[in-house]
């Protein structure tokens, strides 16, 4: 029979290793992750789009996740969720939206980029950042049945997630479900979760009725100092979103002081930053929970592990149907 003390160095070891085993969205391997470019080719609409792929170490297929950048910018944009999220075992694609994207400003003078700018953010954009993610999905596809292709066996389209930052959110809610008009339906049915930063309401209509037929799961992320200047988008007006989601699976998270700008990368090689190391945990939690279906990681979501992440004047939450 075990000594006391033998049982109470069993049980310390055991505890030990339990901790050292616990969920951790931040954990990732020491690999170096290479990024590659592509250009999809829409022959309907005469359109390039360029896109840049972050892939996982290794060769087996992996969850896809898809990334559409804010107005006026690029594939270029938000490495550190590129490079995270590949590390986690995920294929990352940042798709380049013409017409919406850094070609917009960069060689308009400077009192005409914010004019430029505004006349970006129109319909005629949206609809076609809308078009233009079906579009790479299919080349997606395509390429990944090619032989000899640098892409090739290395999706995992029946996985498949789908983000983006203010009108690269806006870009995720239509292909989510957004809108009351069946026959106007925008929906991407390959796509499984959404997470959405800095998302918008319609500008007109109940938001309720605008969201009643999105189903699958969505994270929200802003800011309490989350205001656009280009459609005079409010902090307030971001949070009519997540109780809009009736119908799905919803989390959302209320960074305290976080700004517009702070969900993007600045151009920095790395931003140790609070809302940073955040949104990559919570990001993290929510595509292995939804795309992976691990358990431990929506218990991370739905448990103190969220929380952990944040402070105390952040606020987190969950409704009914992402407890479930």
């Known amino acids: 029979m075990k000594s006391i003390a033998a049982r109470v160095l069993a049980m310390v070891a055991t505890i030990g290793f339990a901790s050292a085993e616990a969920y951790d969205p931040l954990k990732v391997p020491a690999a170096e992750i290479v990024s590659k470019t592509f250009e999809v080719k829409d022959a309907g609409r005469d359109r390039t789009l360029p896109i840049r792929v972050y892939l996982p170490e290794g060769k087996s297929a992996a969850p896809v996740v898809i990334f559409s950048h804010g107005l006026g910018g ?89 983000s983006g930052h203010s009108f690269g959110a806006q870009t995720t809610q239509a292909l989510a479900g957004q809108g009351d008009r069946p026959r106007l339906s925008l929906v991407e049915p390959r796509i499984d979760a959404a997470v959405m930063m800095s998302p918008s309401p319609p500008r007109v209509g109940d938001p309720a009725k605008a969201f009643a037929n999105v189903k699958i799961p969505c994270l929200l992320m802003t800011g309490t100092r989350d205001e656009s200047p280009i459609g005079n988008t409010t902090p307030e007006d971001r949070l009519k979103v997540f109780p809009a989601l009736q119908q799905a699976p919803a989390w959302e998270v209320v960074f305290d002081q976080a700004t517009h700008m702070d969900f993007g990368q600045r151009g920095r090689a790395e931003d140790t930053s609070r809302y940073h190391k955040a949104i990559l945990a919570l990001t993290t939690a929510f595509w292995d929970a939804e795309l992976k279906g691990d358990s431990e990681a929506k218990a991370w979501l739905n448990g103190e592990g969220a929380k952990s992440v944040l402070v105390a004047a952040d606020r987190w939450e969950a409704n009914g149907k992402a407890k479930e």
């Open 74 to 162: 690029s594939r270029d944009n938000n490495p550190y969720l590129g490079n995270h999220w590949a590390r986690r075992g995920y294929a990352v694609v940042f798709v380049q939206h013409p017409g919406s994207d850094e070609s917009v400003w960069k060689d308009a003078p400077g009192l005409e980029k914010m004019t430029a700018l505004k006349e970006a953010a129109s319909i005629e954009n949206y609809l076609a950042r809308a078009k233009d993610v079906p579009v790479v999905i299919d080349a997606l596809a395509a390429w990944n049945k090619e032989t000899g292709h640098a892409l090739a066996g290395r999706l995992d389209l029946e996985r498949l997630g789908m």
